[in-house]
Structures are given as structure tokens and as C-alpha cells.
Nanobody
Framework: QVQLVESGGGLVQPGGSLRLSCEAPGFNLDYYLIGWFRQAPGKEREAVSCISSFSSSTYYADSVKGRFAISRDNAKNTVYLQMNSLEPEDAAVYYC???????????????????WGKGTLVTVSS
């Protein structure tokens, strides 16, 4: 069983930045893809970004390209999602997930992901 824990959400003004973290206590994330998803009220969950094992490949939804960056810190066993130039449309609960495979099959499908965190809320408002 893989436990994923997200953190870093909060309230930010439009144009601001946040960095989300995804950790997995007792589980080595290096070998597995990590996907970030988000779900806004009344909307379907959508894939935002994915990083393959050992950072070999990264992928982004068109809506966040150039503003978001996904990365790994292997020493900390953590995957980050740096979010810049945030827009009100980015407000959502953000989840990290994995299916314990190594390569991202972009675009990720949420039904293909086996393990999920509980999510962290991002609010973008002035």
C-alpha cells in the first residue's frame, strides 16, 4: 500500500505562486511516475502534470504549460509542483497519484491511477 501526502496548498492572489509537495513515507518514489490532478467544484478531475521515474520525462496540460513545473527531489523523496502566474481558473483541490509504473502515459487518466493522496486545496482569489 502506498500512502501519498500532499501539502502546500493555500490562498493566493491571481498572479501569485505556490509550490505543492507530494511525499510518500516509507515508499521510494524514484522508480514510479507521479501525476498531479486537480478537481474544481462541479468539474471533472483533470490531469495537470506528470513526471516519469528518475525525472526522465515530464508532461503538462496545455492550460498550465509555461506556468507550472513538476520536479523531484530524490534526497527528500518528494515530488513538487511549482505553480506560477496562478489564475482563478487554477483553483481546485490538487491530488498526487501513482500507478506504480515508471513511464507517464500522457494524458493520464484518473481511472488508471492506483494510489491517491487526500488532496490539498488551492484557492486563487483577490
Amino acid at each position: 500500500q502506498v500512502q501519498l501526502v500532499e501539502s502546500g496548498g493555500g490562498l493566493v492572489q491571481p498572479g501569485g505562486s505556490l509550490r505543492l509537495s507530494c511525499e510518500a513515507p516509507g515508499f521510494n518514489l524514484d522508480y514510479y511516475l507521479i501525476g498531479w490532478f486537480r478537481q474544481a467544484p462541479g468539474k471533472e478531475r483533470e490531469a495537470v502534470s506528470c513526471i516519469s521515474s528518475f525525472s526522465s520525462s515530464t508532461y503538462y496540460a496545455d492550460s498550465v504549460k509555461g506556468r507550472f513545473a513538476i520536479s523531484r527531489d530524490n534526497a527528500k523523496n518528494t515530488v513538487y509542483l511549482q505553480m506560477n502566474s496562478l489564475e482563478p481558473e487554477d483553483a481546485a483541490v490538487y491530488y498526487c497519484a501513482t500507478d506504480t509504473l515508471s513511464n507517464c502515459r500522457w494524458p493520464l487518466k484518473d481511472y488508471g491511477m492506483e494510489f491517491w493522496g487526500k488532496g490539498t486545496l488551492v484557492t486563487v482569489s483577490s
